[in-house]
């Protein structure tokens, strides 16, 4: 177990419409990473936000937003759904930047399936 | 653009046998991760290498990061069916930056 939680494990729903996918990151990390896993593209990096500022932005699509909130927990929004978005879905937390620390090491959560008919 | 090269892609083996898998890019590494993963889960953390010329053991995995810190390497000591899964490597180069990860190699280890 990473500590890192996402929420739901699964989500099946339609094109066109909008989901929001949750994640707690490890207690006290500060980053939070978003990754989209396909079977074509492999592990990509959507978004980072370090203490609730976005920090990079990857090969993310307009349709996709993000936030971190006070509490440090992230929620990815996808809006106007594909059947190309179909993937899994990875959020990472880090350490680094808590408490002057240095690690770069990202720890993954179980992910979240979407599936899109 | 940093790429991240992994190879082999595909390595099936015979219980008992060792194996190597390589990773490599055109740049400088802040730090390298090693992943394994399984089906619809989660990648998991099996090491991070950050100094050049360093090298880690764990268990029978031993990992190298190269002096010039451009590529690492996974060896597996005496390969055991609980070693298949998804290897993955990933990189950073900046430091807590974003993770680019290499396309990953799929083991098999057969009975």
């Known amino acids: 177990d990473s500590g890192v939680t996402q929420t739901p494990k699964h989500l099946i729903t339609a094109t066109g419409q909008r989901v929001t996918l949750r994640c707690s990151p490890r207690s006290g990390d500060l980053s939070v990473y978003w990754y989209q896993q396909s079977l074509d593209q492999g592990l990509q990096f959507l978004i980072q936000?370090?203490?609730?500022?976005?920090?990079a932005k990857g090969n993310i699509l307009e349709r996709f937003s993000a936030q971190q909130f006070p509490d440090l927990h992230s929620e990815l929004n996808l809006s106007s759904l594909e059947l190309g978005d179909s993937a899994l879905y990875f959020c990472?937390?880090?350490?680094?930047?808590?408490?002057?620390?240095?690690?770069?090491?990202?720890?993954f959560g179980p992910g979240t399936r979407l599936l899109v008919l | 653009t940093q790429l991240l090269e992994q190879s082999p892609q595909f390595l099936s083996i015979q219980e008992g046998e060792n194996l190597t898998v390589y990773c490599n890019s055109s740049?400088?590494?802040?730090?390298l991760q090693w992943y394994r993963q399984e089906p619809g889960e989660g990648p998991v953390l099996l090491v991070t290498v950050v100094t050049g010329g360093e090298v880690k053991k764990l268990k029978r995995l031993t990992f190298q990061f190269g002096d010039a810190r451009k590529d690492s390497s996974l060896h597996i000591t005496a390969a055991q069916t609980g070693d298949t899964g998804l290897y993955l490597c990933?990189?950073?180069?900046?430091?807590?930056?974003?993770?680019?990860f290499g396309q990953g190699t799929e083991l098999s280890v057969k009975p």
């Open positions: 990472a937390s880090s350490p680094r930047g808590r408490q002057g620390a240095s690690e770069e090491t990202q720890y």
């Open positions: 740049s400088v590494f802040s730090s």
């Open positions: 936000y370090y203490n609730g500022e976005e920090r």
């Open positions: 990933a990189g950073t180069f900046n430091q807590g930056g974003k993770l680019i």
